[in-house]
């Protein structure tokens, strides 16, 4: 693949960011929803192709019924599941995004991804907090948490990546510190974990090219978005400021990938027989 489609790619993604960031909440509510309901689902879409077919119907049972326990817990009790969700998200990150790192790093890594975006935007991050469940008296003992951790968590990983030089790390670590709350993590989350992990599928289930991996996952990703929708439209009737909507319906499909897929892994069923590459997406 050409590297001038990566890097128009980027370019327009960092465009409408920054227009995101200038705007209202709802914009930057539609930013957030295509980069990581769509963008960033797609190394998600991909979690049956890395189950052994036999396992398959097992799997989607179990996907299934963790969805709809993490939507109930969303509507019955979201000031529970959004910290619970939040926790379970970190984990997954300092587990996945530097494996070979030292424990450290990878807790930093975790910590990263969802406490930074609250410490140069504390006020704005609370807005959404609560837009997202979150009771008045938890509220300031949370953000101030994630404010101080986000901070310590930030400055060590852009001081490794100078020593490094390491320019995706410093790059969406930068995201998360300087930009809203949720451009900060939508751009952070591609950059450090989602695109990375989309590469690292793209070569497991044999695909040579961005295109042919997109083809695959195809319908898994088209249902997964109409389920995006569906469960936004559901959560809606709680929260008319698209907050616990998005927060709810990206949760939903989050959940099952981080505590079912790990059980099921396999290798991926019926690679083609063409050694594959990472390709840029």
Do not use: K, N
């Not at 705007?23 to 980069?35: E, H, S, T």
């Not at 991050?125 to 837009?131: E, F, K, N, R």
């Not at 020593?163 to 410093?170: A, G, K, T, Y």
């Not at 079912?260 to 997406?281: M, Y």
Request: with cysteine; charged share 10%.
């Amino acid at each position: 693949m050409s590297g001038r489609a990566p890097a128009i790619g980027w370019s327009a993604l960092t465009v409408a960011a920054v227009v995101a960031a200038c705007g209202p909440l709802l914009l930057q509510l539609a930013f957030a929803g295509v980069a990581i309901g769509v963008i960033g689902m797609a190394h998600g879409a991909s979690d049956l192709a890395i189950v052994a077919p036999r396992r398959r119907p097992l799997f989607l049972a179990c996907y299934g019924l963790v969805c709809l326990i993490c939507l109930g817990w969303w509507i019955a009790d979201p000031a529970v599941a959004l910290p619970a969700f939040l926790l379970a998200s970190a984990i997954h990150f300092a587990m996945e995004d530097a494996p070979e790192g030292t424990w450290v790093e990878r807790v930093a890594r975790g910590v990263c991804l969802i406490a930074t975006p609250a410490t140069l935007h504390a006020h704005s991050l609370t807005v959404i907090l609560q837009h997202g469940g979150i009771t008045p008296a938890m509220l300031p003992g949370l953000v101030t948490g994630l404010t101080w951790l986000g901070g310590i968590a930030a400055a060590g990983l852009l001081a490794l990546a100078i020593v490094r030089r390491h320019p995706r790390l410093f790059a969406g670590t930068a995201a998360l510190l300087l930009l809203p709350p949720l451009i900060g993590f939508s751009l952070g989350f591609l950059i450090l974990h989602a695109l990375p992990q989309t590469w690292q599928r793209c070569e497991r289930i044999g695909c040579m090219t961005a295109q042919s991996y997109l083809r695959a996952i195809a319908p898994v990703l088209g249902a997964a978005m109409l389920l995006v929708l569906l469960i936004g439209g559901i959560v809606w009737r709680w929260d008319d400021s698209g907050v616990r909507p998005l927060f709810a319906a990206i949760a939903a499909l989050a959940m099952p990938h981080l505590l079912v897929t790990p059980w099921f892994e396999a290798e991926a069923a019926d690679p083609v027989t063409t050694p594959a590459r990472s390709v840029p997406v």
